[in-house]
């Protein structure tokens, strides 16, 4: 047994968990997209690699993958989850909301690329599907490497998500032409086609009815497993429907992710599955560099560089020109343009079905994808290239506020008696705001009153990294929970040292604590109850109002005093004053 570990599927599972286990924390440090890593480390253990050299060397089995076609499946499950994430940025109100840049510069910018290339293609030789099949693959822009590093508030980002969402939106088209293709024959085209038009508009139809009571259901056993559980469910059974009239099973994945994107459990499910899916994915994008055979890139590689150099700069081109025509300045054109330029892992999962159905020959296909990979792994430089540009083409660009992100909301986490209170107050002063409770009949009550509120759970850190805390205007702790509100305040005080914090405290010694952790005020319950308390028998029993006020005000700072001196803090704690001495 021990000597069969070596050859066994434990050992690609120990290669694959051991490349999770250091790729993605050391990249981490180095702030470089863990995408690069996981295509090298296919590159060193697959067969073209330390792989070959397992019959010379037998206990490079132990740090090799020994049988590359075993781990296909996983690869398979990380392209399905990969087209599920995209579903959930593919909500039909976002596409609504920036319809006109995303179907004016993101379809010119998508069109136009594929038409040059599968245009240069064309004319040196290659048939026309296949040109055209190339094209569109090729002018795809990695959804997972840009938008990380340009966000989605900056001008360079909003840019950028506009075309990457058109890009996704056009998958769906561009897969179902590559999957009825493989029925070959018309007859069998035909079949699959209204099949499939058949099993797409059920998906539609029992998502819009099952799948908001479904996740109600698993949301208010509040187990984060069944809520996982559920998510997965939803995409294996959406691939296979799919898979099962002869379209593609990543289809089926799309669909599964915009459905559940029109829901309120959008954030929670991409939290949720975000573990599963990165590591599907780093399987996958091992499986590409484990196709890249370093012999055969040391015979190719002028051809590989000029292809890819080609495609470069007919998408920088393309894209910028598009956006300077569409009024952005100059280095936003710029660095969106050398942004967007590298192909994306969506143009190997593209050449991978156009292989499948013959359109490209495997040896073109293998070309292009060893050419994707290489322009995967630059695409950070080519960023920080678009930066100097940008710099370069327009100083003053970078002086410029960004107007979006300065629009700060008042971030309310726990939606209860208080929280509710707060959104009213800001709603009646007309400060914009967004709750956030994980209570899901409370935040469909809460919709249907009119609340902007969010579904999710805010103990996870992923859910509070998505909500860009930075340009809030203040986060306000409402729950109930002393050890949560003290541990987010202590964690998103060193994430976000100038965001104000207000607490719910339940008590002076509670408050105190919160002061400890960081948080720009907090409100003791106790105390805030008895001083209103005080304030109404004092009037009744015909006290003038002017000297009750003077006496409460007077006997909050005494007691804020106390607080102060519990917390062993240098001044008042007062909403301004604390972050006005931090700043000093």
Known sequence: MAGEFGTSGYSDALVILGAAGIVIPAFARLRITPVIGFIMVGMIVGPAGLGGLTDEIPWLNYLTISTPEAIDPFAELGIILL????????????????????????????????????????????????????????????????????????????????????????????????????????????????????????????????????????????????????????????????????????????????????????????????????????????????????????????????????????????????????????????????????????????????????????????????????????????????RLAARRVDPQAMDMPDNEAAKGRTIIFGFGRVGRMVADMLREHGRPYLAVDSDIDNVMASREGGYTILFGDVARSELVEKLHLGHAAALVLTMDDPVLVARLARRLRNSFPQLAIIARARDTDHAAKLYEAGVTDAVPETLEASLQLSEAVLVDIGVAMGPVIASIHEKRSELRSEIMAQAEMEAEPRLGRRRLRDAG
Not at 90 to 97: C, D, E, I, N
Not at 202 to 217: E, H, K, T
Not at 246 to 258: F, K
Not at 310 to 336: D, I, N, Q, Y
């Open 83 to 386: 087209l599920f994430a995209i579903g959930l940025e593919l909500s039909f109100r976002r596409l609504v909301a920036m319809r006109k840049m995303v179907f004016g510069i993101g379809a010119a910018e998508l069109i136009g690329s594929a038409v040059l290339i599968g245009g240069a293609l064309y004319v040196m030789g290659q048939p026309a599907a296949s040109a055209a099949s190339l094209g569109f693959a090729l002018a795809m822009s990695s959804t997972a490497l840009v938008l990380p590093i340009a966000g989605t508030t900056s001008p360079v980002g909003r840019a950028a998500l506009a075309m990457l969402l058109f890009e996704d939106l056009a998958l769906v088209p561009l897969l179902f032409l590559f999957g009825t293709a493989a029925a070959g024959a018309a007859s069998g085209l035909v079949d699959v086609v209204w099949k499939g038009a058949l099993v797409i508009a059920g998906l539609l139809l029992i998502g819009r009815l099952v799948l908001p009571a479904l996740f109600a259901q698993a949301a208010r056993t509040k187990s984060p497993e069944l809520f996982l559980a559920v998510s997965l469910l939803v995409v294996i059974l959406a691939s296979i429907a799919t898979g099962a009239v002869g379209l593609s099973p990543i289809l089926g994945a799309l669909i599964a992710g915009v459905l559940i994107a029109e829901t309120e459990y959008r954030s929670e499910v991409e939290v949720v599955t975000a573990p599963f899916r990165g590591l599907a994915l780093g399987i996958f994008l091992i499986t590409v560099g484990m196709r890249i055979d370093f012999r055969q890139l040391a015979q190719i590689w002028p051809e590989l560089l000029v292809a890819l150099a080609g495609v470069l700069l007919v998408k920088a081109l393309v894209t910028g020109t598009l956006l300077r025509l569409s009024g952005s300045r100059e280095g936003v054109a710029a660095e969106t343009g050398l942004l967007m330029a590298s192909p994306s892992e969506t143009t190997l999962i593209l050449l991978g079905a156009a292989a499948a159905t013959g359109v490209v020959a495997q040896d073109t296909a293998t070309f292009w994808q060893a050419a994707t990979a290489v322009g995967l792994t630059i695409t950070p430089l080519l960023a920080k290239l678009g």
